[in-house]
């Protein structure tokens, strides 16, 4: 049992099992701001647009409801969501704007990295010394 549990905390340790962990955790807290941009931003200003009091409510209706005389509803209706879709659409839209722009930006960056020149390495003290000294008896 030691064994397992020192060869399970070896693999959590890891350097790659970490870092997918904060992935993980950034991209649940990415989502939930997307989503908030989507629902609290854009689509109130498309129901605006569009003259809906929300964007869910905006469904086409293949097939009403049939009532009773009862008042009871028989058949349920069929609707098509498209309000719906249309915010997954938008919420997919903007996660990919965001990654392009990410990947765009660390391309950049590594791009800069490569193309710096690279220093060139201070020579050892002796060898500059003796290089000095090789001059001097030159002239």
Known sequence: MKKLFAEFKEFI?????MDMAIGVILATAFGKITASLVNDVFMPFLSWIFGARDMTALNVVVRPAEVDAAGEVVKEAITIGFGTFVGAII??????????AVVKALNKM???SEEAPAE???????IELL???RDLLKK
């Open 13 to 17: 340790s890891r350097g790659n099992v």
């Open 120 to 126: 060139p390495e201070k020579p050892d003290p002796q």
């Open 91 to 100: 919420d997919l839209i903007l996660v990919a704007l965001v990654v392009f």
């Open 110 to 112: 590594k791009k800069k």
């Open 131 to 133: 290089t000095e000294i």
